[in-house]
Structure formats: C-alpha cells, structure tokens
C-alpha cells in the first residue's frame, strides 16, 4: 500500500487548507484511516481519524475547525482545516491500516517522537507541509 499526501501549503491565520491523501495497491475501503502531524520539536500527534464506513473522531485542538472525509471508491480521504492558526503549522501525515484497537487509536492522541509510527497503523505517507502565518 502506498499513500500520497497532497494539498498542503501556506496560508494566513483563519484561512483554510485542505490535505488530501491518495491510496494505491490495495483497497481501504474497510480500513481505519487517520491524519497525525509533527511541528518542529513536537511529538507526533494524532489530528483526525476516520472508519470504513465514514465515523470521524478529532483531537480536542482540531475540533470544530477540521473535517475529515474520505472517497472509498477513489481511495482518498481529505482533511478540511478551516480556521487556521499558527500552531496548526507542522507536517501532515496520513496513515492507514490499523495495528491497534480504534478505540486504543483514539485514545493515544499522542504517540511519540516520530510520525510514521508503524506500531500505530501499517502505512504512512510522506506528508505534506501545513504552514499558517
């Protein structure tokens, strides 16, 4: 399975950006799907995070401003990020194929140094940068 990351980018505070990422190799259809970021100095961190059939769950400092989407019939899921702020700024990864429980997923948020985790979900992709100034 491959995943690549596209419509990062820069933007002002309040604006909006929406990353999207692109599965091939094998369908996800039925797979959990997720958005972490990394920022300079900071740990990886879980975004959003979105099931098979479409149930989104969200970090607390996302929540209200982002939406997650997904496309099974095109193997894409979308992270619409409305009201940006400067701490938004970081690397946007999108991960697929849970290694874990959906609810032991939701309930890391945080999961350590380095995003891709594969101990998290089997696949990662490159990310694409979100910069908000």
């Known amino acids: 399975v491959q995943l690549v990351e596209s419509g990062g980018g820069s933007a002002q505070a309040g604006g909006s950006l929406r990353p999207s990422c692109t599965a091939s190799g094998s369908s996800l259809e039925d797979s959990v799907m997720g958005w972490y970021r990394q920022a300079p100095g900071n740990e990886c961190e879980m975004v959003s995070t979105i099931t098979g059939d479409g149930i989104p769950t969200y970090t607390d400092s996302v929540e209200g401003r982002n939406t997650i989407s997904r496309d099974n019939a095109k193997n894409t899921i979308d992270l619409r990020i409305d009201g940006l702020k400067p701490e938004d700024t970081a690397e946007y990864y999108c991960?697929?194929?849970?290694?874990?429980?959906?609810?032991?997923?939701?309930?890391?948020?945080?999961?350590?140094?380095?995003?891709?985790?594969?101990?998290?979900?089997?696949?990662w992709g490159q990310g694409t940068q979100v910069t908000v100034s």
């Open positions: 991960a697929a194929g849970a290694a874990l429980r959906m609810t032991a997923i939701q309930a890391l948020g945080v999961l350590g140094p380095s995003c891709p985790s594969t101990w998290v979900f089997y696949y």
